[in-house]
């Protein structure tokens, strides 16, 4: 039974002085770190958006960051500009260890934004992460990352309903926390059988 650390997002633009910047993001990178050895496998994912993202408020004219817009798949929050591909933002956090096993890249199409680590926001497109962890065995997962309250929580959701069996070091991750945010999602994964560790 072989289990897998799931490092999500740790990224420039989702710690202090970035563009979608986390309260306390930075801090996690050094208890994520020492995690690691522990891991079967460590598979890092990165939000990877091209310029004039779908996710972005600069792309609807009118609208404003952390507002909310239905888009054909569903509510879609709409966000600065972040994690652009290729720029320094999207880069891991300086302090993250990056010699994990795999990188998984999400939200790279234009009109589909993409939270959790296995599906984008339709919840149908999969990123492929599924077939990675099936096909080395990889049966528990341990999730770690930012933010708790949207990519860490859709990736546990996600990961639970495939039948996977998930934690979510609640210590390691950091929250958004926009309009109670973080309780909702604290509430649906406990829902969904997800377990805690702090
Ligand atoms: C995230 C908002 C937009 C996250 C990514 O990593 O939680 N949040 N893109
Ligand atoms: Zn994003």
């Known amino acids: 039974m072989a289990q897998a650390l799931i490092v999500v997002d740790v990224q420039n633009d989702f710690c202090p002085g970035g563009a979608l910047a986390v309260p306390g993001g930075d801090e996690i990178a050094a208890p994520i770190n020492a995690m690691m050895d522990d891991y079967d496998a460590v598979i890092l994912t990165q939000d990877w958006h091209p310029a004039g993202h779908s996710s972005f408020a ?7 960051p952390f507002e909310t817009i239905g888009m054909p798949y569903g509510p879609q929050v709409l966000w600065p500009d972040h994690c652009v591909q290729g720029t320094n933002g999207a880069a891991f956090h300086p302090d993250l260890r990056t010699d994990g096993d795999l990188i998984i890249r999400k939200g790279f199409r234009a009109a589909i934004d993409s939270y ?3 599906f984008e926001n339709d919840q149908i497109t999969p990123t492929g992460l599924e077939g990675y962890l099936r096909s080395r065995g990889i049966t528990r997962l341990t999730l770690v990352g930012l933010a708790t309250d949207f990519c860490v929580a859709f990736t546990a959701l996600d990961a639970a309903r495939l039948g996977f069996e998930v934690k979510v070091e609640l210590s390691a991750c950091r929250a958004i926390d926009l309009n109670g945010s973080l309780q909702a999602a604290l509430s649906q994964m406990e829902a969904a059988g997800v377990a805690f560790r702090s």
């Open 116 to 118: 959790s680590g296995f």
């Open 58 to 64: 600069s792309s609807h004219a009118g609208k404003a």
